[in-house]
Protein backbone atom coordinates (compact mmCIF):
# COMPACT_ATOMS: atom_id res chain seq x y z
CA UNK A 1 0.00 0.00 0.00
CA UNK A 2 1.01 3.39 -0.84
CA UNK A 3 2.01 5.91 1.99
CA UNK A 4 0.35 8.68 -0.07
CA UNK A 5 -3.64 8.03 -1.29
CA UNK A 6 -4.74 9.06 -4.52
CA UNK A 7 -6.37 12.22 -5.20
CA UNK A 8 -10.19 11.81 -3.92
CA UNK A 9 -9.35 8.82 -2.47
CA UNK A 10 -10.04 8.21 1.17
CA UNK A 11 -7.30 7.59 3.72
CA UNK A 12 -7.09 4.20 5.59
CA UNK A 13 -8.94 4.79 9.11
CA UNK A 14 -5.53 4.81 11.17
CA UNK A 15 -4.21 7.48 8.57
CA UNK A 16 -7.70 9.51 8.83
CA UNK A 17 -7.26 9.47 12.39
CA UNK A 18 -3.93 10.98 13.19
CA UNK A 19 -5.01 14.21 11.75
CA UNK A 20 -8.62 13.69 13.65
CA UNK A 21 -8.84 15.44 17.27
CA UNK A 22 -8.76 12.94 19.79
CA UNK A 23 -12.36 13.43 21.12
CA UNK A 24 -13.69 12.92 17.49
CA UNK A 25 -11.11 9.63 17.93
CA UNK A 26 -13.38 8.47 20.59
CA UNK A 27 -16.94 9.30 19.49
CA UNK A 28 -15.43 7.15 16.09
CA UNK A 29 -15.09 4.04 18.63
CA UNK A 30 -17.24 4.96 20.52
CA UNK A 31 -20.00 4.76 17.70
CA UNK A 32 -19.25 1.84 16.49
CA UNK A 33 -20.47 0.07 19.66
CA UNK A 34 -24.15 -0.79 18.52
CA UNK A 35 -26.35 -2.49 20.85
CA UNK A 36 -29.57 -2.47 22.07
CA UNK A 37 -30.40 -1.08 25.61
CA UNK A 38 -32.25 -3.09 28.03
CA UNK A 39 -33.88 -1.33 30.84
CA UNK A 40 -34.88 -2.38 34.17
CA UNK A 41 -36.55 -0.38 36.92
CA UNK A 42 -35.57 2.82 34.60
CA UNK A 43 -31.90 1.09 34.61
CA UNK A 44 -30.91 1.38 30.93
CA UNK A 45 -28.08 -1.50 30.33
CA UNK A 46 -25.90 -0.86 27.50
CA UNK A 47 -26.67 3.10 27.65
CA UNK A 48 -23.81 5.22 29.16
CA UNK A 49 -21.19 4.24 31.73
CA UNK A 50 -21.83 0.23 32.86
CA UNK A 51 -23.85 -0.13 35.13
CA UNK A 52 -22.73 -1.43 38.87
CA UNK A 53 -23.68 -5.25 40.49
CA UNK A 54 -23.15 -5.50 43.38
CA UNK A 55 -23.94 -9.50 44.80
CA UNK A 56 -25.42 -10.22 47.89
CA UNK A 57 -24.05 -14.01 49.50
CA UNK A 58 -24.94 -15.16 52.72
CA UNK A 59 -26.08 -18.81 54.33
CA UNK A 60 -29.18 -17.88 55.86
CA UNK A 61 -31.87 -15.45 55.48
CA UNK A 62 -31.02 -13.37 58.41
CA UNK A 63 -27.49 -12.95 56.53
CA UNK A 64 -28.84 -12.27 53.47
CA UNK A 65 -31.14 -9.70 54.58
CA UNK A 66 -28.21 -7.97 56.84
CA UNK A 67 -26.34 -7.75 53.62
CA UNK A 68 -29.32 -6.08 52.28
CA UNK A 69 -29.50 -3.64 54.77
CA UNK A 70 -25.70 -3.13 54.88
CA UNK A 71 -26.02 -2.50 51.20
CA UNK A 72 -28.50 -0.22 51.25
CA UNK A 73 -26.87 1.93 54.30
CA UNK A 74 -23.73 2.57 52.28
CA UNK A 75 -25.66 3.85 49.46
CA UNK A 76 -27.79 6.44 51.60
CA UNK A 77 -24.11 7.47 52.65
CA UNK A 78 -23.03 8.02 49.11
CA UNK A 79 -26.03 9.83 48.34
CA UNK A 80 -24.12 13.06 47.55
CA UNK A 81 -26.41 14.78 45.33
CA UNK A 82 -30.14 14.27 46.84
CA UNK A 83 -31.18 12.23 44.66
CA UNK A 84 -34.44 10.07 44.58
CA UNK A 85 -33.08 7.01 43.27
CA UNK A 86 -30.07 7.55 45.86
CA UNK A 87 -29.05 4.08 45.29
CA UNK A 88 -27.85 4.76 41.77
CA UNK A 89 -24.53 7.13 42.81
CA UNK A 90 -23.06 3.56 44.48
CA UNK A 91 -24.49 0.57 42.39
CA UNK A 92 -26.98 0.22 39.76
CA UNK A 93 -28.41 -3.70 40.29
CA UNK A 94 -28.21 -6.05 42.96
CA UNK A 95 -27.59 -9.80 42.49
CA UNK A 96 -28.73 -12.51 44.61
CA UNK A 97 -26.47 -15.62 44.86
CA UNK A 98 -28.95 -17.64 45.50
CA UNK A 99 -26.61 -20.92 45.61
CA UNK A 100 -25.15 -19.61 48.70
CA UNK A 101 -28.48 -20.01 50.79
CA UNK A 102 -28.68 -22.96 52.67
CA UNK A 103 -32.50 -23.73 52.21
CA UNK A 104 -32.27 -22.65 48.28
CA UNK A 105 -33.71 -26.49 47.36
CA UNK A 106 -37.25 -25.55 49.45
CA UNK A 107 -39.12 -23.06 47.16
CA UNK A 108 -40.99 -21.46 49.82
CA UNK A 109 -38.10 -20.60 51.89
CA UNK A 110 -36.62 -18.71 48.55
CA UNK A 111 -39.50 -16.63 47.69
CA UNK A 112 -40.06 -15.62 51.50
CA UNK A 113 -36.18 -14.55 51.04
CA UNK A 114 -37.28 -12.67 47.64
CA UNK A 115 -40.33 -10.84 49.14
CA UNK A 116 -38.51 -9.37 52.07
CA UNK A 117 -35.39 -8.44 49.59
CA UNK A 118 -37.98 -6.79 47.29
CA UNK A 119 -39.18 -5.23 50.64
CA UNK A 120 -35.92 -3.76 51.51
CA UNK A 121 -34.44 -2.71 47.88
CA UNK A 122 -37.86 -1.01 46.94
CA UNK A 123 -37.28 -0.51 43.27
CA UNK A 124 -33.56 -1.47 43.00
CA UNK A 125 -33.50 -4.12 39.96
CA UNK A 126 -32.80 -7.59 41.28
CA UNK A 127 -31.17 -10.30 39.60
CA UNK A 128 -31.40 -13.74 40.96
CA UNK A 129 -28.69 -16.20 40.38
CA UNK A 130 -28.03 -19.98 41.17
CA UNK A 131 -24.33 -20.30 40.07
CA UNK A 132 -23.57 -24.28 39.93
CA UNK A 133 -20.85 -26.42 40.84
CA UNK A 134 -19.37 -26.65 37.44
CA UNK A 135 -19.23 -22.89 37.05
CA UNK A 136 -18.00 -21.78 40.29
CA UNK A 137 -21.12 -21.97 42.65
CA UNK A 138 -21.31 -23.19 45.86
CA UNK A 139 -24.00 -26.37 45.08
CA UNK A 140 -24.73 -28.72 42.45
CA UNK A 141 -28.02 -29.39 41.45
CA UNK A 142 -29.81 -31.09 38.78
CA UNK A 143 -30.91 -30.06 35.59
CA UNK A 144 -34.20 -30.38 36.23
CA UNK A 145 -34.56 -28.81 39.49
CA UNK A 146 -32.34 -25.65 37.82
CA UNK A 147 -34.71 -25.00 35.27
CA UNK A 148 -37.53 -25.58 38.06
CA UNK A 149 -35.78 -22.95 40.41
CA UNK A 150 -35.04 -20.26 37.39
CA UNK A 151 -38.92 -21.07 36.25
CA UNK A 152 -40.55 -20.37 39.23
CA UNK A 153 -38.13 -17.67 40.96
CA UNK A 154 -39.10 -15.76 37.56
CA UNK A 155 -43.02 -15.85 38.32
CA UNK A 156 -42.76 -14.53 41.31
CA UNK A 157 -43.06 -11.49 40.55
CA UNK A 158 -39.93 -10.38 42.64
CA UNK A 159 -36.93 -10.98 40.13
CA UNK A 160 -36.24 -7.97 37.17
CA UNK A 161 -33.68 -10.95 35.62
CA UNK A 162 -32.35 -14.09 36.45
CA UNK A 163 -28.93 -15.75 35.21
CA UNK A 164 -29.29 -18.67 33.50
CA UNK A 165 -26.00 -20.59 32.56
CA UNK A 166 -26.09 -20.96 28.63
CA UNK A 167 -24.30 -24.16 28.14
CA UNK A 168 -26.62 -26.32 30.34
CA UNK A 169 -28.78 -27.38 27.36
CA UNK A 170 -29.97 -25.95 24.39
CA UNK A 171 -33.40 -27.31 24.63
CA UNK A 172 -33.60 -26.19 28.78
CA UNK A 173 -31.87 -22.87 28.12
CA UNK A 174 -34.59 -22.42 25.68
CA UNK A 175 -37.55 -22.83 28.11
CA UNK A 176 -36.77 -21.13 30.90
CA UNK A 177 -35.84 -18.08 28.94
CA UNK A 178 -39.43 -18.53 27.35
CA UNK A 179 -40.88 -19.16 30.65
CA UNK A 180 -39.01 -15.59 31.57
CA UNK A 181 -39.80 -13.57 28.96
CA UNK A 182 -43.84 -14.32 29.62
CA UNK A 183 -43.22 -13.52 33.22
CA UNK A 184 -41.97 -10.06 32.35
CA UNK A 185 -37.90 -11.04 33.20
CA UNK A 186 -34.88 -10.47 31.20
CA UNK A 187 -32.47 -13.29 31.51
CA UNK A 188 -29.04 -12.98 31.45
CA UNK A 189 -27.01 -15.79 29.78
CA UNK A 190 -23.59 -16.79 31.36
CA UNK A 191 -20.50 -18.30 31.00
CA UNK A 192 -17.83 -18.78 33.30
CA UNK A 193 -14.57 -20.57 33.03
CA UNK A 194 -11.97 -20.82 36.62
CA UNK A 195 -9.55 -22.28 34.88
CA UNK A 196 -8.34 -20.49 31.70
CA UNK A 197 -9.19 -17.99 28.95
CA UNK A 198 -10.62 -19.31 25.74
CA UNK A 199 -9.02 -17.84 22.34
CA UNK A 200 -10.43 -14.92 21.18
CA UNK A 201 -12.98 -16.89 18.43
CA UNK A 202 -14.15 -19.07 21.21
CA UNK A 203 -14.85 -16.23 23.60
CA UNK A 204 -17.03 -14.39 21.00
CA UNK A 205 -18.67 -17.74 19.80
CA UNK A 206 -20.03 -18.40 22.98
CA UNK A 207 -21.22 -14.47 23.36
CA UNK A 208 -22.97 -15.18 19.69
CA UNK A 209 -24.55 -18.56 20.87
CA UNK A 210 -26.35 -16.93 23.80
CA UNK A 211 -27.65 -14.30 21.83
CA UNK A 212 -28.70 -16.65 19.18
CA UNK A 213 -30.42 -18.86 22.40
CA UNK A 214 -32.52 -15.34 23.15
CA UNK A 215 -30.85 -14.22 26.06
CA UNK A 216 -31.22 -10.85 26.98
CA UNK A 217 -27.80 -9.84 27.93
CA UNK A 218 -24.83 -12.04 27.29
CA UNK A 219 -22.44 -12.74 29.53
CA UNK A 220 -18.91 -14.52 30.15
CA UNK A 221 -16.43 -14.97 32.61
CA UNK A 222 -12.76 -15.62 32.26
CA UNK A 223 -9.42 -16.67 34.25
CA UNK A 224 -6.20 -15.29 33.23
CA UNK A 225 -3.46 -16.78 33.33
CA UNK A 226 -1.21 -13.72 32.50
CA UNK A 227 -1.68 -10.03 31.00
CA UNK A 228 -2.06 -11.79 27.63
CA UNK A 229 -5.03 -13.45 28.19
CA UNK A 230 -6.65 -10.10 29.96
CA UNK A 231 -5.92 -8.54 26.30
CA UNK A 232 -7.60 -11.83 24.90
CA UNK A 233 -11.03 -10.86 26.78
CA UNK A 234 -11.01 -7.04 26.15
CA UNK A 235 -10.14 -8.11 22.05
CA UNK A 236 -13.14 -10.32 22.16
CA UNK A 237 -15.86 -7.94 23.96
CA UNK A 238 -14.45 -5.06 21.52
CA UNK A 239 -15.14 -7.93 18.22
CA UNK A 240 -18.52 -8.84 19.97
CA UNK A 241 -19.82 -5.69 20.87
CA UNK A 242 -18.65 -3.89 17.75
CA UNK A 243 -19.72 -6.42 14.40
CA UNK A 244 -21.98 -8.85 16.24
CA UNK A 245 -24.18 -8.29 19.38
CA UNK A 246 -27.36 -6.41 18.59
CA UNK A 247 -27.96 -6.37 22.45
CA UNK A 248 -25.97 -5.13 25.65
CA UNK A 249 -23.25 -7.58 26.65
CA UNK A 250 -21.13 -8.41 29.94
CA UNK A 251 -17.19 -9.80 29.98
CA UNK A 252 -14.84 -9.65 32.33
CA UNK A 253 -11.18 -11.24 33.22
CA UNK A 254 -11.23 -12.41 36.92
CA UNK A 255 -9.07 -12.11 39.68
CA UNK A 256 -6.78 -9.14 40.51
CA UNK A 257 -4.81 -10.05 37.00
CA UNK A 258 -8.07 -9.05 35.32
CA UNK A 259 -9.48 -6.31 37.16
CA UNK A 260 -8.36 -3.55 34.21
CA UNK A 261 -11.39 -5.19 32.08
CA UNK A 262 -14.00 -4.66 34.70
CA UNK A 263 -13.38 -0.93 34.83
CA UNK A 264 -12.90 0.02 30.67
CA UNK A 265 -16.34 -1.74 29.48
CA UNK A 266 -17.55 1.89 28.13
CA UNK A 267 -14.35 1.81 26.16
CA UNK A 268 -14.29 -1.70 24.44
CA UNK A 269 -18.14 -2.71 25.03
CA UNK A 270 -19.13 -4.09 28.09
CA UNK A 271 -22.15 -3.11 29.65
CA UNK A 272 -22.30 -4.20 33.11
CA UNK A 273 -19.42 -4.78 36.06
CA UNK A 274 -19.74 -6.18 39.68
CA UNK A 275 -18.45 -4.17 42.85
CA UNK A 276 -18.90 -4.82 46.20
CA UNK A 277 -20.52 -4.08 49.25
CA UNK A 278 -19.62 -6.04 52.05
CA UNK A 279 -18.28 -9.82 50.62
CA UNK A 280 -17.60 -10.43 47.11
CA UNK A 281 -19.11 -12.95 45.03
CA UNK A 282 -16.22 -13.93 42.71
CA UNK A 283 -12.01 -13.44 42.58
CA UNK A 284 -10.91 -9.59 41.47
CA UNK A 285 -13.97 -7.43 42.76
CA UNK A 286 -13.35 -4.34 44.22
CA UNK A 287 -15.39 -1.64 46.10
CA UNK A 288 -18.59 -0.72 44.52
CA UNK A 289 -17.67 3.28 45.49
CA UNK A 290 -13.92 2.83 44.61
CA UNK A 291 -15.22 0.92 41.31
CA UNK A 292 -18.22 3.81 40.62
CA UNK A 293 -15.01 6.72 40.97
CA UNK A 294 -13.21 5.00 38.03
CA UNK A 295 -15.84 4.67 35.82
CA UNK A 296 -17.14 7.92 36.22
CA UNK A 297 -13.25 9.13 35.35
CA UNK A 298 -13.26 7.04 32.20
CA UNK A 299 -17.20 8.29 31.40
CA UNK A 300 -16.13 11.62 31.07
CA UNK A 301 -13.38 11.63 29.44
CA UNK A 302 -14.37 9.16 26.77
Known sequence: MHMRAARGRSLPYRQRARGASARSASLEVRNSIVTKCVEVRGVKIGEGMPKIIVPIVGRTKR?????????MENALKGNGSGVNDFWKNVFDLVEWRADWFEDVFEFGKVEDVLKEL???LGNIPLLFTFRTVREGGEKAISVDAYKRLNIMAAKTGLVDLIDVEAFTG???VREIIEEAHKAGVKVVGSNHD????PEKEDIV???RRMQELGADIP???VMPRGSADVLTLIAATQEMSSQYADRPIITMSMSGTGLVSRLCGEVFGSACTFGTVGKASAPGQIGAEELGGVLRLIHTNF
Open 118 to 120: REK
Open 194 to 197: FDKT
Open 219 to 221: KIA
Open 63 to 71: EILEAASSI
Open 205 to 207: GRL
Open 170 to 172: DDV
